[in-house]
């Protein structure tokens, strides 16, 4: 007997649900598989982001346009990184605990 994979319960708004729904008739499959398909494409790009994530809240600006670079290029890696300084927490330096 094949091992059962695992699940997930996900309660998703009524507008969501209907564009998945939709994209599901369209694609002549189940709702549930479309979307475990878009995660599946998806995964690459939400690791990267998992990591970027971290990089940034330790503040490593580096290490955050390395994987900005691998993701969607140079240049667009200088933009974000040069645009969005809430992405990283404010510097502890010269802070007095």
């Not at 997930?8 to 549930?32: C, F, G, Q, R, Y």
């Not at 490593?60 to 645009?83: C, F, P, S, Y």
Request: no cysteine; glycine share 4%.
């Amino acid at each position: 007997m094949p091992s059962r994979l695992p699940r997930v319960a996900l309660t998703l708004p009524e507008d969501l649900k209907a564009v998945l729904d939709d994209l599901a008739e369209a694609m002549e499959k189940p709702t549930a598989r479309v979307i475990v398909e878009l995660l599946r494409e998806m995964a690459p790009t939400l690791q990267q982001t998992a990591k970027m994530i971290r990089l940034a809240s330790a503040g490593n600006r580096a290490g955050v346009k390395r994987v900005l670079t691998h993701m969607v290029g140079d240049q667009m890696a200088q933009v974000i990184t040069a645009t969005q300084p809430d992405m990283f927490p404010p510097s502890k330096k010269g802070k007095k605990s």
